[in-house]
C-alpha cells in the first residue's frame, strides 16, 4: 500500500511540514499534485494544514499554535485528524458548538517539527560549547510591538489583573529578561523584533539574529529560555532546543497533549519558573480570549523567586551535562525521521 503525500510544494517549502514530508518520501510515499480536498478555515486565519493519505487512510495535519483553530473540511472529510495544538477540553467545545461533535474521535496530538531540526542535528552532534563557550543562559524572544518605547506602564504591577493578550505577549518576555539579567549568572538575553523593523530601538526591542547565529549560540549556551505565554503552547525552538541538545527553562507546562513519545519531560529535559500558574477558563464564552489563553499576570516577585529557586539548579555542571545528555538522546532516538514514520503509521493503523 503506497503512502501519498500531497503538494509537492510542502516538501520543499521552510514550512511545518517538509520535515515530516520528506521523511515520507524517503520511506516509499508517493506525491501528487492536488490534495483531495480544499483546506477550509472559517476564521479567516492562514491555517497551516496538509493532507497526506498513510495505511490507506486520508490524513489531516493541523499544525495552527492556535488551541481553538480547526480546518473544518479537514475534520469532515479526514479519518484522521493530527493536531499539533490539542487541548481537548477547548476541543471538545469548539465542536460542540459548531454542531461537530461526532468527529473528536478523530482527533489525535501531534507534535510540531520546524524544518531546521536537520540543521539543529547536525550542530548538536558537535561539541560546539567546548571550543565557543557560551552563557548559562540563552533567552532570545520575539515580540511584536515596543510598549516600553511609547510609555505605556507596566501592566504586571497590577498582580491579579487579567491582560490582553498581545500584553502579555510582550511583557511576560520583557519580565523573564529583567529576571535573568539580576541573576548574576551569564547570559544572553535579547528582545527580538520579529523583523519589524519600526519596533527596534536597539535597547528594549532589537534586530533578529541570523538564524544560523542563533542556533549556534543555543548550542553554546547551558539552558534556552523559553516562553510561553499567553499561548500556552511551545514554540518550534522548543524542538531546535532538544536537537542541539540544550534543556530548556519555560514559564511553565504548556497546557496542550503531546504523544508521550514526543513529550519533553520537566526535570530531565526543561526546569519551570512557575509550576502550576495559570489555565484557560473553560467556562468563558468560546469568543472570549481567557477561553483560551493565559492571561493571569504574574507578579513580578514570584517571576524573579521562580528564577532563583532554580539558580542553584542551573550553575550545577552534573544537572546541566545530565539534562543536556536527556536532551540529546530524546532528539536522536524520537526526532529521527524513522522513529516519527513508524510512529505514524502505527497510529494510522490503530485509529482505524
Known sequence: MTDILYEPRHLSEAGFFRYLFRALKKRGAAVEDQAPYRNGVETGRHHEGAWAKIEGSLCFFDMSDHVFDFDEIGLREADLYFK?????????????????????????????????????????????????????????????????????????????????????????RRHFSEAIRGLGVSSLTRLTSRGNREIEDGDVVRANLNHQIFLLRMASAGFTVLNTFPHAVYPWKMLESLALGRPFILEREPLIEIPDAF??????????????????????????????????????????????????????????????????????????????????????????
Request: glycine share 8%; with cysteine; aromatic share 10%.
Open 84 to 172: 499539533a495544538n490539542l487541548n481537548r477540553a477547548i476541543a471538545e467545545r469548539i465542536l460542540s458548538e459548531k454542531g461537530m461533535a461526532s468527529v473528536k474521535t478523530k482527533l489525535e496530538p501531534f507534535t510540531f517539527l520546524p524544518p531546521s531540526l536537520p540543521t539543529a542535528n547536525r550542530i548538536g552532534s558537535l561539541p560546539v560549547g567546548r571550543f565557543v563557550p557560551g552563557p548559562t543562559l540563552f533567552h532570545v524572544v520575539g515580540v511584536y510591538e515596543n510598549p516600553v518605547r511609547e510609555g505605556i506602564l507596566d501592566p504586571f504591577f497590577d498582580f491579579g489583573s487579567r491582560l490582553e493578550p498581545h500584553v502579555m505577549h510582550f511583557w511576560i
Open 263 to 352: 513529550r519533553p519531560r520537566e526535570g530531565t529535559h526543561f526546569l519551570e519558573i512557575l509550576p502550576g500558574f495559570g489555565s484557560f477558563d473553560i467556562k468563558a464564552s468560546s469568543t472570549d480570549p481567557a477561553f483560551y489563553r493565559i492571561l493571569d499576570a504574574p507578579n513580578p516577585d514570584e517571576i524573579l523567586r521562580g528564577f532563583k529557586r532554580i539558580s542553584e539548579k542551573i550553575i550545577e555542571p552534573g544537572l546541566t551535562q545530565e539534562m543536556s545528555r536527556a536532551c540529546r538522546a530524546f532528539a536522536r532516538e524520537r526526532l529521527a525521521p524513522d522513529f516519527i514514520v513508524d510512529w505514524l503509521k502505527d497510529k494510522v493503523r490503530r485509529g482505524r
